[in-house]
């Protein structure tokens, strides 16, 4: 799969019911009929990936998910294979969130496997990495977290890594734009590496707003490769015109 130039992403985590999900998915919808949906994304909760995909993929945009099992079909009573969700029409499948590790006991053999199987079945891993607290070295923190979760993904297949720092994630504001610049500049340099395509992303309490300081300041400080290909939102994006916003955003940023 060929990535879009920019993505601007959302995942509304759990907190979507069912008449919330058929809501949101319709407004989206709406909103990307008038706009097209290319560069646009959502990693949806398993049981909204069909609907998801049926009205939002005509359009241009990419449905993912917030999980996928390491897995493959098998004897696994409740996990969801890559194969099932790839058959779908899923092309995107996060991986390594802190509330996953928080929550769920996850851990970096988990993120190798889930990578592996996602990109085995051609759905493209959106890693989140980032550091536990302020001022460490992203060299020491994220480029381990980079090495062990696509260790078994091919060197040519497509990856996205979603930056979104620890500390910022839940956080009354997102993290600096000085900061993130610094950071995805060393990240895009780690994923230079690699021979596939990759895209790098802000998350962390990102909403509207929140691209056009990263970009503003990159472009100020003269770093054009530390701004991010778009951003991947969290809680701002339960509200869809919030998401749309952001996507808007990131389109008119990117253009000039």
């Known amino acids: 799969m060929r990535l879009p130039e920019t993505m601007t992403g959302c995942s509304p985590k759990g907190y979507l019911t069912a008449d919330a999900a058929r809501e949101w998915i319709a407004v989206v919808r709406d909103g990307l009929a008038e706009t097209g949906g290319e560069g646009a994304f959502a990693c949806l909760p398993y049981p909204l990936v069909a609907q998801g995909v049926d009205a939002l993929a005509p359009l241009g945009a990419l449905v993912g998910t917030q999980d996928v099992s390491a897995h493959p ?10 194969e099932l969700l790839a058959g779908l029409g899923s092309r995107l499948a996060m991986v390594g969130h802190p509330e996953r590790v928080r929550h769920l006991g996850e851990g970096p053999d988990d993120f190798r496997a889930k990578s592996a199987a996602a990109a085995a079945h051609g759905i493209v891993p959106i890693l989140i990495v980032g ?5 460490r070295d992203p060299e020491e923190v994220i480029r381990p977290q980079l090495d062990v979760a696509f260790a078994d993904v091919p060197h ?4 996205v ?6 500390w910022a994630i839940g956080a009354p504001e997102p993290a600096p734009p000085a900061h993130v610049v610094a950071v995805v500049e060393r990240i895009r340099a780690m994923l230079a590496e690699r021979t596939g395509e990759s895209r790098v992303l802000y998350g962390g309490s990102a909403g509207p707003g929140t ?4 970009a503003a300041h990159g472009r100020e400080a003269g770093r054009l490769a530390g701004i991010p290909d778009g951003v991947f939102l969290g809680r701002a994006g339960v509200d869809p015109r919030g998401f749309l916003a952001a996507v808007a955003e990131v389109r008119e940023a990117t253009a000039r």
Not at 73 to 82: F, R
Not at 131 to 135: A, D, I, S
């Open 211 to 214: 691209f056009a300081a990263i």
């Open 161 to 166: 890594v979603a930056y979104e720092p620890t």
């Open 131 to 135: 550091e536990p607290e302020r001022g």
């Open 73 to 82: 079909i098998g004897p696994y009573t409740g996990e969801v294979s890559a």
């Open 156 to 159: 040519d297949a497509p990856v």
